[in-house]
Nanobody, 119 residues
Framework: VQLQASGGGLVQPGGSLSLSCAAS????????MRWYRQAVGKQREFIAA??????NYADSVKGRFTISRDNVKNMLYLQMNSLKPEDTAVYYC???????????????WGQGTLVTVSS
């Protein structure tokens, strides 16, 4: 199983950016899908999660970021609006996936995509 994140780039403060994450490989069931980020010199922090039909967000992004999934395509998205310089970080997708019906749940990470918010 692999997670491939994309969509990062440079954006001005107040702007928007959309991230995508594709899960591929041997996948029986995708359970939780999440976004994390890590800024330079800081620990990786939770941003948003999607489990079943519910979502939850870190307070720092609530009301500005929206997480969504396409369960048919095994895709995860993050729509980021009203971006601030402090949103600058490498963004990682994360998922709990059952690779087959006879295996349990495993945690997988994408490679990260850099988002830079600067004028």
């Amino acid at each position: 199983v692999q997670l491939q994140a994309s969509g990062g780039g440079l954006v001005q403060p107040g702007g928007s950016l959309s991230l995508s994450c594709a899960a591929s490989g041997s996948i029986f069931k995708v359970n939780v899908m999440r976004w994390y980020r890590q800024a330079v010199g800081k620990q990786r922090e939770f941003i948003a999660a999607s489990r079943g039909g519910s979502t939850n967000y870190a307070d720092s992004v609530k009301g500005r970021f929206t997480i969504s999934r396409d369960n048919v395509k095994n895709m995860l998205y993050l729509q980021m609006n009203s971006l601030k310089p402090e949103d600058t970080a490498v963004y990682y997708c994360n998922a709990l996936i059952r690779p087959s019906a006879v295996l349990g749940e495993y945690e997988y990470w994408g490679q990260g995509t850099l988002v830079t918010v600067s004028s």
